[in-house]
């Protein structure tokens, strides 16, 4: 059996990110969906990975006035990125990622090495 390894690393760009993407950021948990997407076309850097976190949100429709349970509305936000000193290592983890969660503005991954048993 692959022997699983930990990884973590804070999250770069936080700060910069929108007042609901900090929220999501701020409340994200060892429950929380967390998604890394590589944006090999990213100006800056072609090793970018753009790291999101869902967000559940209670609304009510406001045209209907008897509706008694709240609209569960999912989002995506995007929180900011790795670092760019793990990107590559990052990448060549993605398809070996066993968990991915989210502490403290600390993303941490475990991912499988599929050469040791």
Do not use: W
């Not at 973590?8 to 890394?36: C, F, K, M």
């Not at 968990?99 to 050469?115: A, C, F, G, K, Q």
């Amino acid at each position: 059996m692959p022997k699983t390894h930990p990884f973590s690393t804070q999250i770069a760009g936080a700060y910069y990110r929108d007042s609901a993407a900090q929220t999501a950021l701020a409340e994200a948990d060892r429950d929380t969906a967390v998604q890394l997407v590589p944006e090999p076309d990213n100006p800056y850097d072609s090793n970018a990975i753009a790291v999101y976190v869902e967000r559940y949100v209670e609304t009510f429709d406001e045209d209907d006035v008897y509706q008694n349970e709240p609209i569960i509305e999912t989002q995506l936000h995007q929180v900011g990125y790795i670092p760019r000193n793990h990107c590559e290592n990052v990448l060549v983890m993605l398809p070996t990622l066993t968990r991915m969660y989210i502490e403290n503005s600390t993303l941490h991954l475990v991912y499988t090495d599929p050469t040791s048993v």
